[in-house]
Structures are given as structure tokens and as C-alpha cells.
């Protein structure tokens, strides 16, 4: 009797029915870069568009299906607040999902927060998204924090290079500002090392004057803390320019499909952190992941070449997809808004098939940095391979 | 001319009452849409009387905009000496801002007419996106500014989307009507003179200093009120959210309502949301025609969809959508004039 009347009550309660889930769809929605300068960072997006549709092959989670409607925002923060008022008030989704870039994120972050619409695994590791939960507690982050990468280069030059005299380039926002204070941090009393710091702005055409000068500091170390189109620039520069100095590029710009397009006299040697499975570094071929990852993109991504086999954006994409759909069914049959925060902030995932062997994706609801374990790698013969042990670098 | 005039009367009573009646028939989020086309109504009220009356080509009118869309962020985020205004009563001071910039953009555009005053105002729109980056501590940089939440004022019951709505396409009739009274009297005729010949307006005894730097700043009056709103409705602003190319699209847009006709612009007007929010869908609509398969996703498609429809509109309707109207009901309006 009791067992039976418990469901009764429950549906009874409810109120309102939660938009965007249906008993037979979850809707899912994301502003992302699909043209402009970080087009090439799109591929998270498809990639996630791919998992999804192999999950609902499944069956779904709870037998809904998950339907992934991500709109082109060009990296610019302006039309992702177009997109986000769109996804939320005309296409109802459940929750905004990956969406991509640390200003396009902000610009959203108090509306959405104030729809109580859940702001899930963004696509930056800008420190706030995992910090300021008090204020913003619709808000969680999924890469590593951008100020911790920055430490754990600062604390490899301090180890590693005698010496060092260090030239940073960073893009002017929250992204690049991160990235830098962290470098600070991890250098500690070797903060004086840095000659010489340049920062672009995310619509420049070009970052070649901005190496020019950063080259005349006469460094022998060169941060590069930028996205998409920069990135590739500020090797092309580093090579014409015929500067030698010890490359660290950040994470969410090391994809190989990246580096190996770079000049490779400029990218040999370079390092960076990682903590997903690169599908094109030669190590992984076997992997279990990786096929897995290759058979979903095959089967269903849209328009998928050989590049794509190998390209880690997409990767990360399966990733970040993989945890929401733990997420959602750790949430229950019950979809709410706020049991879906609920559990990304009580989440222990162990075996995400496209992050690193030994990786826990972990949160409390004081501690929202999902992604809190790297390893450092290093780019040679056109492949990156990892090196050392796995790094806790928890804020 | 009675009738003439009790008919615009009636027509914009009827406009009006649709106005009114709209919120009722649409969902929510339709009337925030709604709202957007209101803003570039706006703007594009002021640009008709710039380019329909005082016939000065202005490419820059995004950067207006920019400017209302600034002092609007400026003044509720940071605030004067710490005290911040309220988003609703900084409208008229962005409409002001801009119509002072309008003034100085103004007075150099006497000495200069035609294309070079076009090439001036595209220098104005395409150089006005590094003020904000050059002083981002204040501005926001490319980063922008977060404005504080569209919220329905006084305690009044209307959804947010409604409030702005209402608020938006209120201060459009408003101006309207002000745009109209403006033509139509001597105002109207003395712009008219000057486009159609300046020697001949001068030699009538017409200031051409006066009309011509009045009708500038009150074009930018109009583009910084509508630019004051954009930013409250998004509750954000930096240097994209009016980019280079809308000040293109104004234009453009002028061309398919009919640079004269205000109700025209309202087709205007929707031609460019349509352009700048629902890009893809455009794409999808055309795929719907027998023997077409366009990728919605390819970057570009949809600006050339706009480029196709503004060849082929102004082939078609040389003066736009109003002066198809005009041509429609002319012959009907002017026999009941004649009887009269």
C-alpha cells in the first residue's frame, strides 16, 4: 500500500513539468564556434552531437532520447547571448551544455542563473566558473581550471630550466589573464623571470607584431596562451622569425590536428598538460577509448573524414558528453533541474573511456572543478607524448 | 489634404492598436523577437530621415548605436560617482549621447556629400570598435559589460519579454509620430529641397548648415535610443554586439523598405533580424524549393541569401517595399483625395 501510494505523491508534487524533458526526449543546448577564428574548436560540439546519438541508439537514458541543438556563435560573446536567450525561451531546453569560451560563458552566466537553468561543463577553464558557485550555483566548469595549468607550467620551468628568462603571449580576457596569475604563482619566487608579457585582443587579425616584440626580450622560454587562429600564428611567427626558445602552449590549444599543421622546426619540443586520450598520438592506437571513439564518429558524426578519426576536439567533446550522460542518468528517472545540479556537484566518475587511464572526474558541492588530474606532455616526430605522473593540481 | 491626413492618422491608430493587441497573439519569446525588429525600426526611422529626406548616405549608423548601447552599460553599470541608473532612464540620455555625436559627425558632413560622405560615416562605424578596446577597464574590452537582467518594472504584471515589448515598440510609435509631425510640416519640405538640390535650397534662402547637421543629430538620436534598448533587452554590450556590418545592413534594409516610407521600414526592420538571429532557419526555408540543398551551417550562406533578395526586391520594387505600397493604393487614395 505504502509503496504504491509513494509515486502517487511524488507526481502529485511536481508542479510544473520540467522544460525541455519530455517522456521520451531530453533537450540539450549549446552556443559554440562554428565559424571565425575558433571555428576549429566546433569539433566539440559535433563530437557531443555524435556521442549523443550513439547513446539514443542505446536507447536513451531512461528511454529518452537526447536531442543536441547547438547554434554558431562565431567566438563571439554578443551572439552567444542571442543563442542562449533563444535555446532557453524558444527551444525550451533543459540545460545549457558545453558551451564554448570564457567571455561567451559570462555573458550568459547571470541569465541563466537567474532561469535557474543549469549552466553545465563549460567549455573554459577559467577559474570562476568553478569558484564563485556561491553566487552563480546554476554554474559548473569541466576543464582543468586555466590558473592551475598555468602553475604547473611555472613550477616545471622553476624544476627544469636553469636560467630561464620567459616571454608570455595571452589573449586579454579571463581566459589569458587565468593562464598568466597561475604562470605567476607556479614560478613563485622566480616571478622575475618573465621579460617580457604581451596580451592580444581575441579580434585581432594577426599576433605576429605581438612575437616580434616578445622575441626581443631575448627569452629563452615563450608561453603561448592563446586560442584558435593566434595559436597557429604564434608558431608560424616563432619560426620565421627564427626564435628558438622552450614552448609551453596551453591545453585548449595543443590539439595535434593543430600542432601538426604548425611549422614543425617551431613546434618540436613544445609542452603542454593533457588529460584526455589524443586519438591521433600513436600510444592510443589500441586503446579501447580511442576504437570506441572512432567507431561512434564513424557511424554517427556528419561528414567525417580521416583528419576527424584523429582530431581531439572531438575527443573532448565525446568526454565532456560522456559525463553528462552519467550525470543524467545518476539524476534518476525523475529529469529536475535542480536534481541534475545536484549530481554534477556530487559526482565520482571513474571510467570515462576518453580522459586519461587513472583520471577521477570528481566534484563536491564546495569543490566544482571536475577535471582536477593532468599529465604534462611534450610534441615530437608529429605527435604528442605524455611524460611524468599523473598531477593533482585542485585549486 | 484632409482626407490625405485623416487617413495617416487612421493608419497610425491602427498601428497602434495592433502594437497593443500583438503581445496577445504571439508567444513570449515571439514578442522579444518582435521587440528586436522595434529596435531596428527605430534606427531606421532616424536613417530615413538622414538619407530619405536630407538624401547625406550614412554607413555608420551601427556605430550610433554603439554609442546609445554604451551609455546605457556606463551608466547602470559603473554608475556616476558610484550611483547607479536605473537601465529605463538611461534610454533618453543614450538617445542624447548619441544625437551630440551625431551633431559633430554632422558639422564636417557639410562640406562633403555623396559618396565621400558615405566613405566618412564607414571610417566612423569600422574605427568605433577600438574605442572600447582601447579603454576596456571602463568599456569592457571585447569581454563586454553585463548589464544587469531585464526585469519588469513598478510592480508591473507583464512578462519581461512583454515589458520590452511594450517598452520598445511604445518609444517607436512615440517616435514615429514625432518623425512624421517632423516631415511633414516645413521641416519636411526644406530636407526635401535640400536632396533634390542643394544650390537651388540655398538660393531659396535655406540654411544648409542648420538642416543638415539637425537632421544628422536627430538620426543618431533615433539609432542611440534603439541601441539603449538592444543592450538592455541582452543584457550585455560590447564592441560586437553592433558589428561593422549592421551599419551595412541598415542601409540595405533602408533600400527594401523604402528610404522614405516609414512603414515600409518595419519590413525593413524584420529583414534584418531575420539576417542577424535566424540565419539558419532562412537557409532551411530555402531548402524547402524543389532542386535546392543549401548547408545552414556553412559561414556566409546566409548574407548571400540577403544579398540575392536585395538584388532581386530591388529590381523588382525599385523603391522599395513603401513605394510598392504607395503604388498599390496610390490610385485608390488619390481618387477618394480627388472627390474630396
Redesign the interface.
Known amino acids: 500500500m505504502l509503496a504504491a501510494a509513494v509515486p502517487v505523491t511524488a507526481a502529485g508534487a511536481r508542479p510544473l513539468a520540467t522544460p525541455g524533458v519530455t517522456s521520451t526526449e531530453i533537450k540539450i543546448g549549446s552556443s559554440v564556434p562554428?565559424?571565425?577564428e575558433a571555428?576549429i574548436a566546433g569539433n566539440v560540439a559535433r563530437g557531443i552531437d555524435a556521442y549523443f546519438k550513439y547513446v539514443n541508439a542505446k536507447g536513451g537514458v531512461f528511454g529518452r532520447k537526447l536531442k543536441f541543438v547547438y547554434?554558431?556563435d562565431g567566438y563571439?560573446?554578443?551572439?552567444a547571448?542571442?543563442n542562449t536567450?533563444?535555446l532557453v525561451?524558444?527551444e525550451q531546453v533543459f540545460a545549457m551544455f558545453s558551451s564554448l569560451g570564457?567571455?561567451n560563458n559570462?555573458?550568459v552566466?547571470?541569465?541563466l542563473n537567474?532561469a535557474k537553468v543549469p549552466q553545465l561543463y563549460v567549455s573554459s577553464g577559467a577559474t570562476t566558473f568553478g569558484r564563485d558557485y556561491k553566487k552563480y550555483p546554476w554554474t559548473i566548469g569541466y576543464i582543468p581550471p586555466y590558473s592551475e595549468e598555468g602553475a604547473v607550467y611555472g613550477q616545471y620551468v622553476v624544476k627544469n630550466i636553469k636560467k630561464p628568462k620567459i616571454a608570455v603571449l595571452y589573449q586579454?580576457?579571463?581566459y589569458g589573464r587565468d593562464l598568466y596569475a597561475g604562470l605567476r604563482r607556479g614560478l613563485g619566487k622566480k616571478a622575475g623571470a618573465i621579460v617580457s608579457k604581451v596580451a592580444y585582443?581575441?579580434?585581432s587579425a594577426d599576433v605576429q607584431p605581438q612575437v616580434t616584440q616578445l622575441k626581443a626580450s631575448k627569452a629563452n622560454v615563450f608561453m603561448i596562451f592563446a586560442f584558435g587562429k593566434f595559436s597557429l600564428q604564434a608558431f608560424n611567427a616563432v619560426s620565421r622569425l627564427g626564435w628558438k626558445p622552450q614552448i609551453f602552449v596551453n591545453d585548449v590549444s595543443s590539439a595535434s590536428a593543430l600542432m601538426s599543421i604548425v611549422p614543425q622546426n617551431a613546434a618540436n619540443g613544445s609542452i603542454s598538460i593533457v588529460f584526455g586520450k589524443d586519438p591521433a598520438a600513436p600510444g592510443w592506437r589500441r586503446d579501447k577509448g580511442i576504437r570506441l571513439f572512432q567507431s561512434i564518429l564513424r557511424q554517427y558524426g556528419a561528414d567525417i573524414g580521416s583528419r576527424d578519426l584523429q582530431d581531439g576536439y572531438y575527443t573532448a567533446g565525446m568526454a565532456t558528453a560522456y559525463t553528462l550522460v552519467d550525470t543524467l542518468k545518476k539524476a534518476g528517472k525523475n529529469l529536475t533541474r535542480d536534481g541534475v545540479m545536484r549530481v554534477a556537484t556530487h559526482l565520482t566518475e571513474k571510467n570515462n573511456p576518453f580522459v586519461l587511464p587513472g583520471i577521477v572526474i570528481h566534484t563536491t558541492s564546495t569543490s566544482r572543478f571536475p577535471l582536477t588530474q593532468v599529465k604534462l606532455q611534450r610534441w615530437s616526430a608529429k605527435s604528442w607524448h605524455p611524460f611524468g605522473k599523473l598531477l593533482s593540481i585542485k585549486p | 489634404m484632409r482626407l490625405k491626413l485623416a487617413l495617416e492618422v487612421l493608419g497610425l491608430l491602427a498601428l497602434a492598436a495592433l502594437i497593443a493587441v500583438m503581445p496577445q497573439l504571439v508567444s513570449s519569446f515571439t514578442a522579444y523577437e518582435m521587440a528586436t525588429v522595434g529596435m531596428y525600426f527605430i534606427a531606421l526611422l532616424g536613417l530615413s530621415i538622414l538619407t530619405g529626406y536630407s538624401g547625406q548616405i550614412s554607413l555608420g549608423h551601427g556605430a550610433f548605436m554603439a554609442i546609445g548601447g554604451y551609455t546605457t552599460a556606463v551608466l547602470s553599470v559603473n554608475g556616476v560617482y558610484g550611483h547607479h541608473i536605473r537601465d529605463l532612464w538611461t534610454i533618453p540620455i543614450a538617445g542624447v549621447v548619441a544625437g551630440v555625436a551625431g551633431l559633430l559627425v554632422g558639422i564636417p558632413a557639410l562640406r562633403l556629400s555623396g559618396l565621400y560622405l558615405a566613405l566618412i560615416t564607414f571610417g566612423i562605424a569600422v574605427s568605433f570598435r577600438q574605442i572600447p578596446l582601447k579603454f576596456d577597464h571602463f568599456l569592457g574590452g571585447t569581454s563586454g559589460k553585463v548589464l544587469s537582467l531585464l526585469k519588469t518594472p513598478f510592480g508591473l504584471s507583464a512578462t519581461p519579454n512583454n515589458w520590452i515589448y511594450y517598452l520598445t515598440w511604445g518609444i517607436a510609435f512615440v517616435l514615429l509620430v514625432a518623425a512624421w509631425l517632423f516631415v511633414r510640416g516645413k521641416p519636411g519640405r526644406t530636407l526635401k529641397a535640400i536632396r533634390d538640390s542643394e544650390i537651388a535650397a540655398a538660393s531659396s534662402g535655406i540654411s544648409l548648415a542648420r538642416y543638415k547637421t539637425l537632421a544628422f543629430a536627430m538620426s543618431a538620436f533615433y539609432a542611440g535610443v534603439a541601441g539603449s534598448l538592444y543592450a538592455i533587452a541582452r543584457g550585455f554590450m560590447n564592441p560586437d554586439v553592433f558589428p561593422i556590418v549592421l551599419s551595412v545592413y541598415l542601409v540595405a534594409a533602408l533600400a527594401l523598405g523604402g528610404v522614405d516610407s516609414f512603414l515600409g521600414l518595419i519590413v525593413g526592420a524584420s529583414a534584418i533580424y531575420v539576417l542577424v538571429n535566424r540565419t539558419a532557419d532562412v537557409t532551411q526555408w530555402i531548402n524547402h524549393l524543389p532542386a535546392v540543398n543549401l548547408n545552414p551551417q556553412r559561414p556566409g550562406m546566409p548574407d548571400v541569401i540577403f544579398g540575392a533578395v536585395l538584388i532581386v526586391v530591388l529590381i523588382i520594387l525599385p523603391t522599395g517595399v513603401g513605394g510598392a505600397l504607395r503604388r498599390l493604393f496610390g490610385p485608390l487614395t488619390s481618387r477618394l483625395y480627388s472627390k474630396s
Do not use: E, F, H, Y
Not at chain 1, 76 to 79: A, E, I, M, T, V
Open positions: 562554428l565559424s571565425g571555428a547554434l554558431d563571439d560573446p554578443g551572439r547571448v542571442n536567450i533563444r525561451q524558444q570564457t567571455s559570462l555573458a552566466r547571470k541569465l537567474d586579454d580576457d579571463d585582443d581575441p579580434t
